[in-house]
């Protein structure tokens, strides 16, 4: 049996598919679909993970991690708790392990098999963090897979495969917004475009609640300051999240709010809250249109289906928005559970590749046909953000007598987007200065969507060298330098001077850790005793 997570940002969820082909989200220990992505290090060897660290953090934040994902595949990042170190990816492993034991808990079977989801935006170092922090819980990872995609696929059950459609997928989270364009051609699903913003989400929701909250009480009891109040600040921030979350299905609700022996009743409806928060929908909206202008420049004119994702997307003003804004009425089913739901079915077929129909059919207990269709199945990776080299700009006299203090660019190989896996064939480089012994080929990743050859606007992602170049070769010999990327996310660089011969290859395990750390971390996480 194949599992897919959706290792959220604030939650996390897991699903499988069952017996007549449905995917099924499983319940945690508490009962609830979802988890929140909080650790909580209450001990050296002892860690909550869930609803249990969540609350914990609201008393103690200074041993709680929430929002790791934020920080997935950056090196600089380290958290130390009883004097032990952590990773982004060591701290999203217990979160992983987790949700597997309950899962194992709960079926009675053990969880090994699995697909994590990223969001589309997400770098090949971020997507190599996650799947090794999956590889340190002890899982084993068959693929990760963009949110957008597997929320694409939750739906294929009810509509299934035929002819070329577009989906724009509206993911708004706890801490992100995030919205994609994806074509789906019969089985074959392809990110279009994506764009959102990292720091925009039911957080920033919340915060609003909190001051009107606040601002209520203070207009009854003007004297009192309960905002310097560390207790009455973290009840705040419950309430207003179950504000939010009630005035969803109701039109209007109420706290009462205790302080310093008043109470006080403070009541807000649901127009008021869209009222509170107008602008920070209304960002999500302009993101929403600037992708689809984005879609429509490159031949995408309507959509066949909007699909609502995210715990946020309850809230009724989002699709009513979202209809006005792009004229179709969206898919609205448990937006907090499709990416699971999706990744699960998508885990599935993932194992179906691994084997032959026969052996899949007999497996998977499925119908030999049906075997044949998943295998086929393809979900196009591509390159979330462009990759290339670091050159030297030669009209700059620079590049030929100081070349450390020379202009220089990134020349993107292979740039975003890109189908993998992907091979670049041979490109010509030449080299900068007579008598060059070697060169260093240094690979740069762009940051943001948007392709830029300054230099700071990429990110050097690894290195090698060409060494031992024969002596006297001129200026501007050329060099011949391929990309080649697996749809992994592996890159291996091949450079070249074509006359003499001498060649470099290097594979880039591009961010995450080095195998060694993976199994020092994996022998560290498994140490914990989880509770939640
Ligand atoms: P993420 O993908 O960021 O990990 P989710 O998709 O689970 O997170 O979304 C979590 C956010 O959704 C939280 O801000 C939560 O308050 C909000 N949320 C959950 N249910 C509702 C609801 N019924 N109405 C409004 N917001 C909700
Ligand atoms: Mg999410």
Redesign the pocket.
């Known amino acids: 049996m194949a599992f897919g997570i959706?290792l959220?940002?604030?939650?996390?969820c897991i699903a499988y598919v069952d017996d007549a082909g449905r995917p099924v989200v499983v319940r945690n220990a508490l009962g609830e679909y979802?988890t929140p992505?909080a650790v909580y290090f209450e001990g050296r060897d002892s860690v909550l993970v869930g609803a249990a660290a969540r609350n914990a953090a609201l008393l103690a934040p200074d041993l709680a991690v929430q929002l790791v994902k934020r920080h997935m595949g950056r090196k600089d990042v380290e958290y130390t708790f009883h004097g032990r170190r952590y990773t982004p990816e060591s701290i999203s492993a217990l979160v992983l392990r987790e949700l597997a034991a309950a899962t194992e808990r709960r079926l009675g079977r053990p969880v090994r098999d699995v697909v994590i989801t990223v969001p589309a935006s997400f770098g090949v170092a971020e997507r190599q963090a996650t799947r090794q922090a999956g590889e340190i819980a002890g899982l084993n990872v068959l693929d990760v897979l963009a949110e957008p995609v597997a929320a694409a696929l939750s739906g294929q059950e009810r509509h299934p495969a035929r002819g070329v459609r577009h989906l724009l997928v509206y993911?708004l989270?706890?801490?992100?917004f995030d919205t994609t364009v994806i074509r789906m051609d019969g089985d074959d699903a392809h990110v279009v475009c994506t764009d959102g913003d990292r720091r925009l989400?039911?957080?920033d929701?919340?915060a609003r609640i909190r001051t009107f909250l606040l601002e209520t009480f203070a207009e009854q009891h003007p004297r009192l300051d309960p905002g310097a109040d560390e207790r009455f600040v973290q009840d705040l921030w419950i309430k207003a999240?179950q504000l939010?979350?009630e005035l969803?299905?109701s039109l209007t609700r109420h706290k009462n709010l205790r302080f310093a022996g008043k109470a006080v009743r403070a009541e807000l409806t649901r127009q008021r809250l869209e009222e509170l928060t107008a602008d920070l929908l209304d960002r999500t909206m302009k993101i929403t249109e600037e992708t689809a202008e984005r879609a429509r420049a490159q031949g995408v004119t309507a959509f066949d289906e909007v699909v609502l994702?995210?715990?946020?997307t309850?809230?009724p003003a989002v699709a009513a928005r979202l209809e006005r804004l792009l004229g179709t009425t969206p898919r609205h089913h448990e937006?907090?559970l499709a990416v699971a739901r999706g990744a699960a079915l998508f885990a599935l077929v993932r194992q179906a590749q691994q084997g032959d129909a026969e052996d899949v059919a007999d497996r998977l207990g499925i119908s030999r046909a049906q075997a044949e269709s998943m295998r086929s199945r393809r979900v196009t990776t591509v390159v979330p953000r462009g990759f290339g080299v670091k050159v030297l700009d030669h009209n700059d006299p620079l590049a030929h007598t100081d070349p450390l203090r020379a202009r220089a660019y990134v020349v993107h190989l292979l740039p975003a987007g890109t189908v993998l896996p992907a091979d670049t064939g041979p490109v010509a480089f030449a080299t900068a200065m007579d008598n060059q012994p070697g060169i260093d080929v240094e690979v740069w990743e762009q940051n943001g969507r948007e392709s830029s050859e300054e230099v700071a606007d990429n990110t050097l992602a690894g290195r090698g060298r060409l060494r031992d170049l024969p002596p006297r070769l001129p200026r501007g010999t050329p060099i011949h330098i391929t990309f080649h990327m697996g749809e992994t996310g592996l890159l291996t660089v091949h450079a070249v001077e074509p006359a003499s011969a001498r060649q470099v290859r290097f594979d880039l395990q591009i961010g995450g850790l080095d195998r060694a750390d993976v199994e020092r971390a994996r022998t560290a996480v498994a140490r914990h005793d989880i509770g939640s």
């Open positions: 959706d959220g940002t604030t939650n996390s979802t992505s993911d989270g706890g801490g992100t989400g039911g957080a929701w919340d999240e939010k979350e969803s299905s994702v995210g715990g946020m309850r809230m937006p907090d």
